[in-house]
């Protein structure tokens, strides 16, 4: 079982006890969300086919991101023959793919009371890559995971 809250009232340079106790009404469901956009009081995020086509911060009244070459956290996919820790690496262009060429589809999308979530899966060739986008209901961040799978 997860638990998620929000820990308010913590001080910049300290800490906060919080405690668990049993609920008198069950917690608020999760809702399965259609389309493309999450939003909260500070940013509305709008999903591409290769990551975020907007990042629009509502107080500044500004879009943050520039999509004409490459989607808000768009993965990149390069060569680098060798080994790393060993020489210099050359990256190359040969094998280049990005998550915009690809299949990326939504496998899951839901609003809950403390987060709204999206799940994208892509197969590369030689992996399955999974980001996952969180922004917070009452938090000004948005957080993104990539994760390497197979």
């Known amino acids: ?12 340079a300290g800490y906060q006890t ?5 609920a008198n009404t069950p917690p608020p469901q999760i809702k399965p969300l259609s389309g493309e956009v999450m939003e909260n009081d500070c940013l509305r995020v709008a999903l591409g086919v290769g990551g975020l086509k907007s990042l629009y911060d509502k107080r500044l009244k500004l879009e943050v991101l520039k999509t004409d070459k490459f989607f ?7 060569t680098a023959p060798g080994a790393g820790w060993d020489d210099t690496e ?11 060429h690809l299949d990326f589809p939504l496998r899951s999308f839901d609003q809950g009371p403390i987060m709204t979530t999206a799940v994208r899966e892509a197969r590369f060739p030689h992996f399955r ?17 990539v994760d390497i799978l197979d």
Do not use: C, H, N, W
Not at 1 to 12: K, Q, R, T
Not at 72 to 78: C, H, K, R, S
Not at 90 to 100: E, H, L, P
């Open 90 to 100: 050359i990256v190359t262009t040969k094998d280049f793919d990005k998550t915009s």
């Open 129 to 145: 890559l999974r980001q996952t986008f969180r922004l917070y209901s009452s938090l000004d961040p948005l957080e993104t995971d």
């Open 1 to 12: 079982m997860d638990i998620a809250f929000l820990a308010e009232g913590v001080p910049s």
């Open 18 to 22: 919080y405690y668990l106790e049993p």
């Open 72 to 78: 808000g956290g768009e993965v990149l996919q390069f």
